[in-house]
Structure formats: C-alpha cells, structure tokens
C-alpha cells in the first residue's frame, strides 16, 4: 500500500510538449512559467493579460470645484469671520473664565439651552475662543467644503 499521486502533470496551453502544474487564476488554463505573468493575485496566461489590459478601468479625475461650492463655502467662512470679530471684539466677561459677553450670549451651555434658548445650538458653531482656534477651523472649513 503505498501512497499514489493523485495529480498528473499536464500539458501547457502553447507548448504541448512541457509538462506543468499551474495554470492561469482567471480562466484555469494549464500553462508553463513562460506563458504564465505573475499577478498580485496569482498568475494569469498571456490571452487573460492581453484581455485584462484593455478592460482595465481608468482612474477617475476629481471633477474641478464648482463656483457654487466656493461660493458657499466662502459665505461660511465670511459668516465664521464675522461673527468672530464682532464676538472678539467684545469687552472682556466678568468671572474666572474671562470671556467676552458675546461668547457668553452665544455660546453653547447646556442649561441655557434647556430653558429654551435654542439658538445657542446653532450660533455656537460660530463663536471662537481665539484667532489661532478661528484660523485652524477655517483651513478646515475650506478643506471640507471644497471637497463636498
């Protein structure tokens, strides 16, 4: 009793006379290492490469920004830059935190906004706590909006 090969070696597509063992990982034809070009994936025969390339998809080119778009985007950071110099320009709150009284009026607390104040859920998005803070949420702004 001894063990058997299941497998027999097969004839490549192109050269009848080698025998192989592999074959292509797209349509299954047995072929030799010549007629076989490595893939990512497995190997694929010259008829699936030659096939393959024509049918490759193409990448797609990020359309140009639309006028719109920037338009949108611009009135945003417009309004952000605004709002921010009239909320910065504010004199300077009473308290331990020392904000501005037009932080105070349109910032988001949780509270305040419980009585039914709002607002505050939208106008705090564009209150800021400093030019740097302001500058940074712009550059992001414009980022997002340029892609959306």
């Known amino acids: 009793m001894g063990i058997e090969a299941t497998t027999s070696p097969k004839t490549c597509y192109r050269h009848t006379d080698r025998e ?15 007629c076989l070009t490595n893939a990512p994936v497995g190997a694929h ?7 393959g390339s024509q ?15 920037t338009a ?10 605004l ?16 904000r501005s009284s037009g932080q105070v009026d349109l910032g988001l607390f949780g509270p305040f906004v419980a009585d039914g104040e709002w607002y505050r859920l939208v106008t705090s998005g564009f209150t800021h706590a ?4 302001l ?14």
């Open 20 to 34: 192989t063992y592999r074959s292509c990982s797209r349509c299954g034809v047995n072929a030799c290492s010549e």
């Open 45 to 51: 025969c010259r008829e699936c490469v030659a096939n």
């Open 55 to 69: 049918a490759a998809v193409q990448a797609r080119i990020r359309p140009a920004v639309s006028r719109s778009a």
């Open 72 to 81: 949108v985007t611009l009135a945003i950071i417009g309004i952000n830059v």
């Open 83 to 98: 709002v921010a110099l009239w909320v910065l320009g504010q004199s300077p709150g009473t308290g331990i935190s020392g």
């Open 130 to 133: 400093g030019i740097l803070h």
């Open 135 to 148: 500058a940074f949420n712009m550059i992001v702004i414009w980022q997002f909006g340029t892609m959306l």
